[in-house]
């Protein structure tokens, strides 16, 4: 059963930075659009960032441009969030996501993808 697991959250203190992963069982990654979400307290779920399958485009949601990083280890099957210069905003809890539909490249779009991570919690403090 395919199954996501995010890790590498924690608390970091503002303008630290993190690097999420997230694993995947029964899938290999590089054959699918993989995204990045997040949830605060109160708040509805956003898109962060999306890898398009096989070198596809990546995209970034304008409130972490220039400081989020996504990128894939094929031969780990490993999809990373690197975050850098964090905020207090980007307190979350993360989630991975997977689209196994095939499109011509990822969308920051969350109905678009099927499968979901437990998630893993960012809390910035200020």
């Known amino acids: 059963q395919l199954q996501l697991v995010e890790s590498g959250g924690g608390l970091v203190q503002s303008g630290g930075s993190l690097r999420l992963s997230c694993t995947a069982s029964e899938l290999a990654l590089k054959d699918y659009d993989i995204g990045w979400f997040r949830q605060a307290p109160g708040k509805e779920r956003e898109a962060v960032s999306c890898i398009s399958a096989l070198g596809g485009p990546r995209k970034y949601a304008d409130s972490v441009k220039g400081r989020f990083t996504i990128s894939r280890d094929t031969a780990k099957n490993t999809l990373y969030l690197q975050m850098d210069n964090l905020e207090p905003e980007d307190t979350a809890v993360y989630y991975c996501?997977?689209?196994?539909?095939?499109?011509?490249?990822?969308?920051?779009?969350?109905?678009?993808?099927?499968?979901w991570g437990q998630g893993t919690q960012v809390t910035v403090s200020s």
């Open positions: 996501a997977v689209d196994v539909t095939f499109q011509t490249q990822c969308v920051l779009v969350g109905p678009a993808y099927e499968y």
